[in-house]
């Protein structure tokens, strides 16, 4: 078995064509995601004046498929074909994201609208994410899949630093609902993309799956994400940073646009000074996790994130330089989050046997991105009750937390995965 320590080429990925047109699929998502993030908010509070608990609603929709869908839809895909999972959940992103240009154009765009579009895109997006992940290992081996999400997650990263200021420079000559006809044909692009892949799926599998309960698949999904020490270490960490990080995530946009009247070219240009952040963690993290180990980086990187944050709510207490502040605040962040998300890269694969990847996958989804939707609410909360800048700060000690827990758990003796704990 060749191990990573070895340092095999990321780039052997790209010799593969069923990857290249997943890559390739990814990259037209990744700008459909970005596009649809950017005009969200200048929709919402420029357009119709939604005040704070409108936005956390908003960003509770948006967020809610893994509570609402999520255990279900793990045993559900682990029985279906899951590349035609992908081309439903592609063709639904593309009709809701059109929605919203055609309401505009016929005076009848509402927050309600607003609500019932992320919603849509938010169940969607559980079915392709579980999917996407589970399908992976099928279209390249095990021990590549951390070499795979390198690659996926470099051109998010750049396809971030690129897209939100193009789109903020295309508000100054067309309204932000228009924006998304551009998503909507992003996903199109990518549906067709995700057509031409052929993988080899075990319909055995799936046929044995049916005759069993789905409570029973449920349970064990959440059983081995319980029973495993690194996948238990992994989600409650997550779980806890994306409490925090959805209470910083719905104040932010009303803490730029609103309390401090930034433009909204500044605020594209601000995600883009992240992105690259992001895209220069791409570049050096792959060498770092073979050098220090998988393990040890990412409980070094997700300690880091509450250093990271803290320069947002600190913009807030001195206005005259919220602007550098929040700045740098971005690009710690970018530099963090994806650094963390390449260092834990295939870990959670490697862990996990194939057979109950889809189920472990979304359980792994239900608890730590059901945490983004209660941030929101909070963050909402507590922009309309005190201020956005308070509300940021519990956001930064609510990520403070997991640090306790890295620095409690036995895994920190460990540099890499321990071989006895991988699955085939």
Not at 72 to 80: E, H, K, L, M, Q
Not at 105 to 120: C, I, Q, R
Not at 222 to 239: D, E, F
Not at 248 to 258: A, D, G, H
Request: glycine content about 8%; aromatic content about 8%; hydrophobic content about 55%.
């Amino acid at each position: 078995m060749v191990t990573e320590s070895r340092g095999e080429d990321t780039s052997e990925v790209m010799r593969d064509p069923c990857f290249r047109r997943l890559w390739f699929a990814d990259g037209f998502r990744y700008s459909a995601a970005e596009v649809a993030a950017f005009a969200l908010p200048i929709t919402a509070v420029l357009l119709l004046e939604a005040g704070p608990m409108e936005i956390g609603l908003i960003a509770v929709c948006a967020r809610i498929g893994y509570l609402a869908v999520g255990l279900p839809a793990g045993a559900w895909i682990d029985r279906w074909t899951k590349r035609t999972v992908m081309i439903i959940a592609e063709i639904v992103y593309a009709l809701a994201f059109a929605s919203v240009p055609v309401a505009y154009w016929l005076d009848w765009l509402t927050v309600p609208h607003l609500f019932v579009v992320a919603v849509a895109t938010s169940v969607a997006g559980v079915f392709f994410d579980v999917s996407h992940i589970s399908v992976l290992p099928l279209i390249i081996t095990k021990r590549r899949v951390a070499d795979g999400n390198a690659r996926l997650q470099t051109s998010k990263s750049t396809i971030q630093a690129v897209a939100p200021s193009t789109a903020g420079v295309l508000t100054q000559v067309v309204a932000a609902p228009l924006l998304y006809a551009m998503a909507s044909f992003f996903h199109l692009v990518s549906l067709l993309l995700v057509r031409s892949i052929r993988v080899d799926e075990d319909a055995g599998d799936r046929r044995h799956g049916r005759r069993r309960r789905l409570r029973q698949e449920i349970v064990e999904g959440l059983r081995i994400v319980v029973r495993q020490p690194l996948l238990r270490l992994l989600i409650s960490q997550a779980a806890l940073n994306n409490l925090g990080a959805g209470v910083i995530l719905t104040v932010l946009p009303l803490f730029l646009l609103r309390d401090i009247g930034m433009e909204p070219w500044m605020y594209g240009l601000l995600s883009t000074m992240g992105a690259v952040a992001g895209i220069t963690a791409s570049l050096v993290a792959p060498g770092l996790r073979r050098r220090f180990g998988e393990i040890r980086m990412t409980m070094v990187f997700s300690a880091l994130a509450p250093v990271a944050v803290v320069a947002a709510p600190m913009a807030g207490l001195i206005p005259a330089v919220a602007v550098p502040l929040v700045a740098t605040a971005q690009m710690l962040i970018g530099f963090v989050v994806v650094g963390r998300a390449i260092a834990a890269a295939g870990l959670r694969v490697r862990v996990t046997s194939t057979l109950f990847m889809a189920r472990v996958t979304a359980a792994n989804g239900v608890v730590t991105q059901g945490t983004l939707p209660l941030g929101a609410l909070i963050g909402g909360a507590m922009a309309a009750v005190w201020s956005t800048s308070t509300a940021l700060w519990i956001g930064v000690v609510i990520m403070a937390i997991p640090v306790v827990l890295l620095v409690r758990s036995p895994l920190r003796k460990h540099r890499s995965l321990p071989p006895e704990w991988e699955k085939e």
